[in-house]
């Protein structure tokens, strides 16, 4: 996602799933494919670390949408546990968690 308004509606109309270390917003899309966004604000660290996180998101989601079993508007927004956290283990077990859930 790219706009503000695709941002906005997904949080406002959307489901919510929250961890320790993120939260996901998710809504039915009516485009032929799923789209992510991701808000990584100064609360999680200087801009090595929100990159860092990012761009491991970014892996993270890219690797759990095709198991959606429909077309999704997915919204995550990093939380400041998720620079201290390990990774590679627990956001990956976090984000499996919540769209799991969503999809239900």
Do not use: Q, W, Y
């Not at 406002?12 to 799923?34: E, F, I, K, Q, Y």
Request: aromatic share 2%.
């Amino acid at each position: 996602m790219r706009h503000a308004d695709d941002f906005r509606d997904t949080l406002r109309h959307g489901v919510r799933c929250g961890r320790t270390s993120l939260v996901v917003h998710a809504r039915r899309s009516p485009l032929a494919n799923s789209r992510a966004g991701f808000i990584v604000s100064k609360a999680v660290g200087n801009a090595v670390n929100r990159n860092r996180v990012k761009r491991r998101l970014r892996h993270l989601v890219a690797a759990a949408l095709p198991s959606v079993p429909f077309t999704v508007d997915v919204v995550v927004r990093a939380l400041p546990p998720a620079t201290t956290e390990d990774l590679a283990s627990d956001l990956s077990s976090a984000l499996g968690t919540c769209l799991d859930r969503l999809a239900a």
